[in-house]
């Protein structure tokens, strides 16, 4: 029976990378390798119902073998981020870290000088990869942990459970996880997303989340004659970022601050474009941070004439908290699993989302579970073997305790 990490260790070879400009749901074809890959084993470890749909979810359920508990379900995301490579990573197994700096190539170095949350693991095995992509613990960790999981929960009648529902979903990472999710058919009374990093988080709350398009247009003419007639579509664009707080941006944020996260920019002096994702945990401070964007645009629009620059924008998903409220003992539930596991929880706010927020939205209260890894969407990212097994742990001992809901 493999283990998580030995799981884990095989996903991570699948590129699984998601696109945020693709219209599709999923937004890389690639995707369906893995999905295919999880139903097969679904059904090697005796979870026969597991299929994939055409969108690329991945739906199974193991039956309950008690009467009167509750349904849970788990659920984990297919993709990989699009801020850096997922193809060809190369993970590694450091064997009892010393608590030095990890050699990742010639170029990159862990170090806890930079990384200090690493000497928590002196004398773990850590899974690491190669410094040329992520690791895609974010969220291969996750599946891997849920199928490790279910396949010990297959195989030892003994404990006592409702419905046990399990969900792999595409494009989480590009915020439209949930777009396609089938809450009725799942059929889970609640559900715990296993998404999270460091062992013994647990969340509740997550950012309010838009995502806003901002095109400008110019006027172009030979620069020899442009005084008064030229307007540079890129310096107006410059203009517009000068004109959002610099205090209110990622590397300045921490806690419950939000920021604007200027995402990608291109341009020419005809016209130019910029992207941003707009973030605040605090509903009334979000509407404000969306009105400033509009704001800015009108006074530019009239400033260099009406059209000049034009804001497209959208919301992405909601703060799961007020959905989560009601429904508290899901939160007592996670927290007992993980002192029976030895861990103390760490209840803190996402400075991100998941799939639980939107389904949450959709009737399905779904807070967010640990996995253990570090340093997501980066060259940096790194998983301890033994956070993984903790894990696992953690969610054997939530199906035990359904059993006293």
Not at 387 to 405: F, W
């Amino acid at each position: 029976m493999p283990d998580a990490a030995e799981r884990f260790l095989k996903y991570v070879t699948y590129d699984t990378q998601s696109r945020p400009d693709a219209e599709k749901i999923p937004s890389t074809d690639k995707q369906f390798a893995l999905g295919e890959l999880l139903v097969s084993e679904l059904h090697e470890i005796g979870v026969s119902d597991a299929r994939m749909d055409k969108n690329g979810y991945v739906y199974a359920s193991i039956p309950a073998n008690a009467d009167n508990i509750k349904s849970i379900g788990f659920i984990a995301h297919l993709d990989t981020s699009p801020d850096m490579s997922g193809e060809n990573v190369c993970p590694r197994i450091v064997k009892n870290f010393d608590g030095k700096p990890i050699c990742l190539n010639d170029e990159v170095t862990l170090s806890p000088q930079e990384h200090p949350s690493l000497l928590n693991y002196v004398g773990q095995d850590i899974i690491v990869a190669d410094g040329n992509t992520l690791l895609g613990a974010d969220n291969k960790a996750g599946i891997a942990e849920i199928m490790a999981f279910a396949e010990k929960l297959v195989k030892s009648p003994e404990i006592k459970h409702g419905r046990i529902c399990i969900g792999f979903t595409p494009d989480e990472e590009v915020g439209r996880g949930a777009d396609k999710f089938d809450v009725g058919g799942f059929g889970a009374d609640f559900a715990y997303t296993v998404d999270g990093g460091a062992l013994g988080e647990l969340e509740y709350e997550n950012f309010n989340a838009a995502f806003a398009k901002i095109e400008f247009r110019g006027k172009g003419i030979h620069p020899g004659s442009a005084k008064n007639v030229m307007i540079n579509a890129c310096n107006v664009a410059m203009e517009f970022h000068a004109m959002l707080p610099c205090a209110e941006r990622p590397e300045h944020t921490e806690g419950y601050e939000g920021f604007f996260h200027l995402t990608g920019m291109e341009g020419e002096t005809e016209s130019a474009k910029l992207r941003y994702i707009i973030r605040d945990h605090d509903k009334e401070r979000f509407e404000r941070k969306k009105e400033l964007i509009e704001s800015a645009a009108a006074f530019l629009n009239s400033r260099y004439g009406k059209g000049t620059v034009n804001v497209k924008m959208s919301d992405s998903y909601y703060n799961m908290k007020e959905k989560i409220l009601p429904h508290m003992y899901i939160i007592d539930l996670a927290s007992n699993a993980m002192r029976d596991a030895g861990i103390e929880p760490v209840v803190v706010p996402i400075r991100g989302g998941t799939d639980g927020a939107r389904l949450s939205y959709m009737g399905l209260p779904c807070p967010n579970l640990c996995t253990g890894g570090h340093n997501f969407h980066g060259r940096y990212e790194y998983i301890p073997i033994p956070s993984m097994h903790k894990v696992c742990e953690i969610l054997e001992n939530i199906v035990k305790r359904s059993s006293l809901l």
